[in-house]
Structures are given as structure tokens and as C-alpha cells.
């Protein structure tokens, strides 16, 4: 267990480069599973979630080979087991994308179901009733177990009752091999979507109109190899242009697709942050004092949810009273307990916050409690004057490469101090 100590209150200056995107990876890896060939995969995030995944990979057969920090060749041409193991599996939330990737190739698939929920409840009954749709008999229980009738699913209309970026991703898995044309409508839009979508097609797959919220996927039988560079990420950019605007002074943002960054930029924009768009990079600029907003967060290309605890750390210091609402998961403010010990004045009610600005937060031991919350205590702690000791980070390792590297490289007084391990904590985070 780690903890990181930082010394805050001073402005952010030089350049960070965004690795690729974590939402991605977790999707792209597993759908390597589909393919009957060597996939080469670029930009891949170095994070625990990417680790863990190839070594499910690895239990099933797959060959994983590292080629340097972000490349790796997958190899799953002799996949021989369609049951990752309970104790890989249940760590991380996006092993769902298993169901769909082996039960596409291979006809079947039992996984575990991901564990405890850490932002209210994360049903997957949309994932189930498109692999249902598709004539898949589904059991679920500890483990979700499916079967495709015949061996082979067969293509469907499906309708997404709600968007859903892991139902729509998980559909389209199972869809590409499968017999006749599959559509998928109030399909989700977010820019991982298209970046499977233009994944699977790299390797043979037939998919039109991800992006759009009406995805047409036509099966093919096969996928052969080929290669393929993630996309950056959308979150990770947003995080950095967040701590910007909390500490004041300037980063140029590298490696970011600027449209991608739309939802997030104007509403920093609104806050007083300058932004100014190059043609892959972003330069972020905080001078003024920070202006009050309000922010909801709803699927792309609304404001992102995964942008919520870092954008209410900056609302927190601004001046004014802010409304943040949560228009995605049910129980989403569990960090503001712990922004409060800093200082932040917050009401959470529900899915509603009310932030009343403060101008100043004070450094204090605190915990992170997920992925962008803990990202969020960190932008906090930066902000902060006098020192912050931010607990439980293998969260944030989960999903951001180096953030202590890159943070101390742009001037930020933040290093990571080895504890002994007390006990293991084992959550899943999106
Ligand atoms: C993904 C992201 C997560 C992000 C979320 C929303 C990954 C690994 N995680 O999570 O970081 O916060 O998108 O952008 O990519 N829902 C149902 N039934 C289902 C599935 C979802 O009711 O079968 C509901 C959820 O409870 C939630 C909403 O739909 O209220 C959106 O969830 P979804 O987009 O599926 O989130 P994830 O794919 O799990």
C-alpha cells in the first residue's frame, strides 16, 4: 500500500503528454480475443487495469507480448479455456467485455460477475438482454454464464432501454462473428466506442455507424490480425486540465484529440481557465480567479461523469456557489467527505452537490475511495495549502500512468511513500 504526500499551493508549468486511453485498452484487450491472429496494439496505457487483463489473457492461452512500454502484441489464436478464473476476473469491473468477446468467438463464456459497487448500483442487464437478443441462453448468479444456441449467435435488433457505454461496446463483441446483421439503437457515442469500433474493423469486422447512436454491425467469419494505436484519453487530459485551473499557471497538453475535450474545455472556459487548441495539444492557462458554474454530467457528448470529482475540486475554489448534478450513476459524491476535511464547503443531496467556493483549502491526511475520486483528492491536494497525505492510491494506479512523474515533471511537489501493506482492498473501479 501506498500513499502519496504532497505539498501544495503551487502553480502547474510546463508540458504533460496523455498516455492512451484507459476505457479503451479494457475494451480493446479482451476483443483481441476475437481475433484469430496476431493483433499489434499502440499507445497502450501502462496501468494495473492494462497488466491485469493480460494476464487474463494469458490464463486463457492467449500469447502476450510486451514489444516496449505502450506496445504489445496479443496473440489468441489458441485460446484454450472460455472461464477466466473468479480471482483475476472479479477485480476489475470491465471483465465484462469478456462475456461478449468469448462468447462471439468461441460460442461460450462464464466470468465472474465484477464485484462491489463503488458508485451505486452497475447492473449489466442491458449487456445480458443483447446477448439474449442475439439467441444466447444467460445464467447469472456469482458468475455469468452464456451459451450461444447452435454455437454461433445470430444477428438482432437490439434496443439500448437506457445508453450504456459497456452494453453497447459488449454487443458489438459478440456481434462481429456472428451469423446475419446485427443493430444496436440509443447505442452509446462516447470516443472509446469509435475507437473499438475502428479496432475490430482494422482486424476484418464490418461495423457502421459507431458514434452515431445507430450501430449496424454485419458478422463476418472470421478476424485476421493487423495493427492498431489507441486513442488518448479523453479523462486523463481532462484531469490535467482541471489541476491547471485548481493551482493556477500553464500546461500544454500533449497528445489529445481536441474534440474529444469539447465538453470539458468549455466549461473551464466558462470558469475564467484559457484554453487555447493546437492541432493534437491543448495550452490550459489559469491567471484570474475562478468563476462559479453549474455542471451535469451526461453521456457523450455531455459532460462526462468520469469528470465529476475533478471539475467539483475545482468549483470548490472558485468564487460563487455552484450546482453539480450527476446524471449517471446514483451515489457518485463519496469523495466529498473527504474534499470537506480540506476545507470545501459542499451539500450533497442525492445526485444534486451544492458547492460553495472557498477560495483556499488547507492540506490534511484523507483517502481515496475510486479511480477519479482519488485523481480528484490529488488535483485537491495540489491545490491545497500545507501538506496532504492521500491514501489508498492503487486506485488511481488503476488508471493513470505515472501521475506522480508526470505532476512532478510540470513542478508539483507530490511524491509516492512505500507503507506495509495492512490489508489488501479489493474493489473494482470503472
Ligand atoms: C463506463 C466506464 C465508466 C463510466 C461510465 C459512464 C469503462 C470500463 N467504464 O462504465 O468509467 O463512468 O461508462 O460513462 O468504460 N446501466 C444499466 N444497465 C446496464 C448497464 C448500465 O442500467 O446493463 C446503467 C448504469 O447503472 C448507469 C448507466 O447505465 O446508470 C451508464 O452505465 P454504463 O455506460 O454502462 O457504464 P459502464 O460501461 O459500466
Redesign the pocket.
Known amino acids: 500500500m501506498n500513499q502519496y504526500v504532497i505539498h501544495g499551493g503551487h502553480p502547474l508549468f510546463g508540458e504533460i503528454t496523455v498516455s492512451g486511453a ?2 479503451a485498452a ?2 480493446i484487450i479482451p476483443a483481441a480475443l476475437l481475433v484469430d491472429g496476431v493483433c499489434r496494439i499502440e499507445n497502450v496505457p501502462q496501468i494495473s487495469d492494462v497488466t491485469l487483463f493480460f494476464s487474463i489473457l494469458e490464463e486463457l492461452g492467449a500469447k502476450v507480448r510486451v514489444l516496449n512500454r505502450h506496445a504489445v502484441e496479443l496473440d489468441c489464436r489458441s485460446i484454450h479455456s472460455t472461464k477466466p478464473s473468479y480471482e483475476l476476473a472479479r477485480r476489475i ?2 471483465s ?1 467485455y469478456l462475456v461478449g468477446a468469448l462468447l462471439g468467438r468461441f460460442g461460450e463464456a462464464t466470468v465472474a460477475m465484477p464485484g462491489g459497487c463503488n ?11 443483447g446477448f439474449r437478443a442475439m439467441g444466447a441462453e444467460v445464467t447469472e448468479g456469482g458468475f455469468i454464464e452464456a451459451v450461444a444456441k447452435d454455437g454461433r449467435l445470430k444477428g438482432a435488433n437490439i434496443y439500448m ?9 459488449n454487443v458489438m463483441m459478440a456481434a462481429v462473428l456472428a451469423d446475419g446483421v446485427t443493430t444496436i439503437d440509443n447505442a ?1 457515442k ?1 470516443p ?1 466506442i469509435v475507437d473499438l469500433a475502428n479496432f475490430l474493423n482494422s482486424m476484418g469486422a464490418d461495423i457502421k455507424g459507431a458514434g452515431t447512436d445507430s450501430i449496424k454491425i454485419r458478422g463476418v467469419e472470421k478476424l485476421t490480425g493487423g495493427t492498431y494505436c489507441i486513442i488518448p484519453d479523453q ?1 486523463e487530459a481532462g484531469t490535467y486540465m482541471a489541476a491547471v485551473a485548481a493551482t493556477g499557471g500553464q500546461l500544454l497538453i500533449k497528445n489529445v484529440i481536441p474534440k474529444h475535450m469539447e465538453c470539458i474545455s468549455s466549461k473551464l472556459q466558462e470558469m475564467g481557465v484559457s484554453i487555447e487548441e493546437h492541432d493534437d495539444a491543448l495550452l490550459v492557462r489559469r491567471s484570474e480567479p475562478l468563476q462559479r458554474t453549474n455542471v451535469k454530467t451526461l ?2 457528448p455531455g459532460f ?3 469528470m465529476q470529482p475533478q471539475i467539483t475540486v475545482v468549483l470548490a475554489l472558485a468564487e460563487g456557489t455552484s450546482i453539480v448534478t450527476e446524471g ?3 451515489n457518485r459524491f463519496k469523495y466529498v467527505g473527504e474534499l470537506k476535511r480540506l476545507g470545501a464547503q459542499i451539500q450533497v443531496d442525492g445526485r444534486v452537490a451544492v458547492v460553495e467556493g472557498v477560495g483556499r483549502l488547507e492540506g490534511a491526511p484523507i483517502q481515496a475511495c475510486d ?2 475520486a482519488g485523481a480528484a483528492l490529488v488535483i485537491a491536494g495540489l491545490a491545497a495549502h500545507g501538506t496532504t497525505t492521500l491514501g489508498s492510491v492503487q486506485y488511481i494506479e488503476r488508471g493513470y500512468e505515472d501521475m506522480v512523474g508526470k505532476l512532478r515533471a510540470v513542478g508539483a511537489d507530490i511524491e509516492m511513500v512505500d507503507l506495509p501493506e495492512p490489508e489488501k482492498q479489493e474493489q473494482t ?2
Do not use: C
Request: hydrophobic share 40%.
Open positions: 484507459k476505457n479494457v475494451a469491473r470491465a465484462y458508485f451505486g448500483v452497475r447492473p449489466i442487464d442491458l449487456h445480458v438482454k432501454d437506457q445508453v450504456s457505454v459497456g452494453a453497447t461496446m452509446a462516447e472509446h479523462i453521456p457523450y462526462p461523469t468520469d449517471v450513476w446514483d479511480l477519479r473501479v470503472s
